[in-house]
């Protein structure tokens, strides 16, 4: 997947990128402290929400997973062979799997009823957001059908300027 010992050192394929995602899901796993809470007190339909969310982050991504094939790959660096896919949900959005993973991490901050993880859900909106730009510009040299794509396809989340940068 592009993977080397060097570009832990170097972030030569983006992989300081995926350590702030790995690290940012950990932490929206973990059960908050009880401070965490600030005395906020969730109703149940907004953990239901949550629920639901994590429900449909998880399909969403493992279609999104599915749909990749052989030109899955969790850095940011395509792979140099690798098939530009637009189809099934990459028809809709240009990273679903971004996508699936901040609605699962939203309904994670919803279930656990926590403040501080939804701090930690901007985090992740912050880090996605600037993996998904580094990624694009190597899928730009690599496809030259990617620009008359990045212009028609939401990125993330349409209308919403750090998660949607058409051009």
Not at 27 to 50: I, S, T, Y
Request: charged share 10%; net charge positive.
């Amino acid at each position: 997947w592009g993977f080397s010992r060097v570009g832990l050192w170097d972030n030569r394929h983006g992989e300081w990128w995926l350590l702030a995602q790995l690290t940012l899901i950990a932490l929206l796993l973990a059960p908050p402290p009880p401070a965490a809470r600030f005395g906020v007190a969730w109703p149940w339909p907004l953990r239901a929400l949550g629920g639901l969310l994590v429900l449909l982050g998880l399909v969403g991504a493992l279609r999104a997973l599915l749909q990749l094939g052989p030109s899955l790959t969790p850095l940011p660096e395509p792979m140099p062979q690798a098939a530009l896919v637009t189809g099934g949900p990459y028809a809709h959005c240009r990273h679903p799997l971004y996508r699936a993973i901040l609605g699962a991490a939203l309904g994670m901050a919803l279930l656990w009823g926590s403040l501080l993880h939804l701090l930690v859900v901007l985090a992740l909106v912050g880090v996605l957001g600037g993996k998904a730009r580094r990624e694009e510009r190597s899928l730009l040299v690599l496809h030259p059908t990617y620009a008359a794509y990045q212009r028609q396809t939401p990125a993330i989340i349409p209308h919403i300027p750090w998660l949607d940068w058409r051009s």
